[in-house]
């Protein structure tokens, strides 16, 4: 094969599109070129329609559409037009000999295989908007991009229409060359689709043979987790969520890697209480530094704040409700990187425009925290692939184990602080009183450790707002696995902890448990773990 030519002159089109986003547009501006429109079933009438000469396919094939237009394409007159290498004298002949008539330009896009599925199509419906003669002509385009042009996407038919204007009705090898690599992402994205549907929804497979895993670039950021790190943001295709990557930036200035994985996993906290009395969760380095519930958006945000607010500088911060302006203003009274919420009112829009670096994020919903779906990381030289943490625990489930049973409100602290801890890098330990955190001890190698950490935190939170005694008093504690040993609880004991929540399963347990009915505390197991790594 000679080297490709650098502008190749469009003829003839073929169009055969179900977006029919600016077809019309692009049909006139081709025809006004002289270029012969050759085009499919609904596409055509769009086109006469609009006042266009448009050939039928049926016209350049010799055969008419057939099967329910399952067979249009599939033919050599139109895969023979569009793979044919124009300076192969082999080639020229063939097409001579069988009139064959080159197609330089394809614009096609896909079947709603992906909507058909959304909006709860039967199968049939489903099996019905797999593509086969579109992918077969994409991708023919595009192996042979040397001589043709391909396009999938209607947002660059303006890009073509100013190729063709600024080389005399051709197309250049760099823009041919750049779409066909837009054409086949297009239909590797189309197949995994197709294949993740077949494997996971029609045949309930959870861990397929092949994963097929695509997205669509949303945006590049400035940089990684460090400076010398190169990131971007995709977001996966399929079936859309209410999460930061679908959330609406309304000020300040760009969001950096850290901030969406912060933002994130503060938003996947603040689902937790979706629908429930007004809470803020704020978070530093991907872990909660304070939570707190509050009879308003205001009460909550002092409680969160209080429970450690040296972390909490250059945080970021999530609500479960609409962002009233005196929260808003209290929030600008600290240093703030980012603020999630599902709306905010003008008024605390208005708070928020006077610090101009600080990023608001609205999301218009909350992800279900329940949901399922699967969790990818890198490895060296491979994939680690799991399930969402998407267990729940009610106050059914727990098992009361020591002589002590806990209070009412134990209970109802126990649950919050175990809401918590869910969240919190293991080995997690989480105090909480009232609704509110009174400490958090994250990401320790110990459990003892994150029990003194906590504790500690929750000392210095006295100190400086002048409390008489730390808010682990009479609090309850939630550890995310088992203690592996008494020191752990005991430390948490020391703290003023009078109610334990924890899975429980560790081979010490009786040792723990016993050290519980010693120190007078109430404990409950709940069964499940809640590593966070």
């Not at 330089?104 to 797999?130: H, M, Q, S, W």
């Not at 679908?246 to 937790?272: H, I, P, V």
């Not at 829009?349 to 329940?370: Q, V, Y």
């Amino acid at each position: 094969m000679t080297s490709a030519p650098v502008n190749v002159p469009v003829r003839r089109a073929l169009l055969s599109v179900s977006d029919k986003s600016g077809l019309v547009e692009l049909g006139q501006a081709l025809s006004a070129r002289g270029v012969e429109l050759v085009s499919t079933g609904g596409t055509a009438k769009a086109l006469r329609d609009a006042g266009l000469a448009v050939k039928d396919i049926s016209e350049l094939t010799g055969f008419p559409e057939m099967m329910d237009g399952r067979v249009k394409t599939l033919h050599p007159k139109v895969h023979g037009g569009l793979l044919a290498v124009r300076d192969n004298a082999e080639h020229a002949r063939a097409m001579a000999d069988h009139q064959i008539g080159a197609i330089d330009l394809v614009v096609v896009n896909l079947y709603p295989f992906e909507a058909t599925v959304a909006k709860g199509a039967d199968r049939d419906e489903i099996i019905e908007n797999i593509d086969i003669g579109g992918p077969s002509m994409v991708r023919s385009a595009a192996k042979n991009h040397a001589y043709v042009t391909i396009m999938t996407d209607a947002a660059d038919y303006a890009e073509l229409l100013g190729e063709l204007e600024a080389n005399q009705g051709a197309t250049t090898y760099d823009f041919r060359r750049r779409m066909a690599a837009k054409a086949y992402s297009a239909t590797a994205a189309y197949d995994a689709m197709i294949s993740q549907w077949f494997l996971t929804v029609d045949q309930g497979q959870t861990f397929p043979e092949t994963l097929a895993l695509t997205g669509k670039l949303a945006t590049t950021l400035r940089y990684g987790e460090n400076p010398h790190q190169s990131a971007a943001l995709y977001v996966p295709n399929g079936p859309r969520i209410s999460g930061i990557a679908q959330g609406r930036q309304l000020q300040g200035k760009e969001l950096s890697y850290n901030n969406y994985n912060d933002a994130d996993a503060a938003l996947e906290l603040c689902a937790e209480f979706k629908g429930q009395a007004p809470a803020v969760i704020i978070v530093k380095h991907a872990n909660p530094c304070g939570v707190a519930q509050g009879a308003t958006l205001l009460e909550a945000w002092n409680g969160a704040l209080q429970c450690d607010s040296v972390s909490a500088f250059g945080g970021i911060v999530a609500v479960n409700t609409e962002l009233d302006g005196a929260t808003a203003a209290a929030i600008c009274e600290i240093f703030t990187e980012v603020v999630v919420a599902p709306s905010a009112t003008d008024e605390a829009l208005a708070a928020f425009a006077k610090k101009k670096n600080l990023r608001l994020i609205i999301t218009g919903d909350l992800p279900d925290p329940r949901r399922s779906g699967l969790m990818v990381k890198p490895i060296t030289g491979g994939l680690l692939v799991q399930t969402r943490d998407n267990g729940a625990i009610t106050e059914a489930d727990l098992k009361v184990v020591t002589r002590r049973a806990p209070t009412q409100q134990e209970l109802k602290d126990c649950l919050f602080a175990w809401t918590v801890a869910r969240h919190v890098k293991s080995n997690a330990i989480v105090y909480a009183k009232d609704g509110v955190t009174a400490g958090i001890g994250a990401g320790q190698m110990n459990r003892r450790d994150s029990s003194r950490i906590a504790a500690t935190k929750a000392a210095e939170a006295a100190e400086t707002y002048g409390w008489a005694q730390a808010r682990t008093v009479g609090s309850a504690v939630a550890s995310d696995a088992f203690f592996p040993f008494a020191d752990g609880l005991l430390a948490a004991a020391e703290a003023g902890a009078t109610a334990v929540i924890q899975p429980g399963g560790s081979i010490r347990d009786d040792e723990v448990i016993a050290a519980a009915d010693e120190a007078g505390l109430a404990m409950v197991f709940t069964g499940m773990r809640h590593f966070r790594h």
